[in-house]
């Protein structure tokens, strides 16, 4: 038994060794956090946002993941904000997956809702079904 141990410690070894070999290469570390920033929401959504009065832009990335209770939507901000709705089945569109504040939905068009969330808007993609 001791030998298996023995023989894990050097490989045990070698991986921790890894992270630090590629410590203090090339970039600085809020370069490479950058550009993995950058990677990673490049084939994300995006959809119109807009905090307080400001004007909608297409700053804000949608993500979609599979919950317990069903599809949930996280809006990012460029600044690293973050929203969390959960889309219903009932025709109300979308609720606020976590937090206290109500999200309240408004049919913009046949394709399309706005959500209000506290101070922040989002204008997402919808299919509306009229009565």
Do not use: N
Request: hydrophobic residues 40%; aromatic residues 4%.
């Amino acid at each position: 038994m001791s030998t298996r141990i023995s023989k894990r410690i050097p490989a045990l070894a070698v991986l921790f060794s890894l992270p630090l070999a590629a410590c203090g290469r090339e970039k600085p570390a809020s370069a490479q956090v950058e550009a993995q920033r950058r990677s990673e929401t490049a084939g994300d959504i995006r959809i119109a946002c807009a905090r307080g009065d400001s004007a909608f832009a297409s700053a804000c990335t949608i993500e979609q993941t599979q919950g317990r209770d069903g599809l949930i939507l996280t809006v990012r901000h460029p600044d690293g904000a973050f929203r969390r709705l959960l889309v219903t089945q009932d025709g109300r569109g979308v609720v606020a997956a976590d937090g206290a504040e109500v999200a309240k939905v408004t049919i913009t068009g046949a394709d399309g809702i706005e959500v209000a969330l506290g101070s922040d808007r989002y204008r997402l993609p919808a299919t509306v079904k009229t009565s």
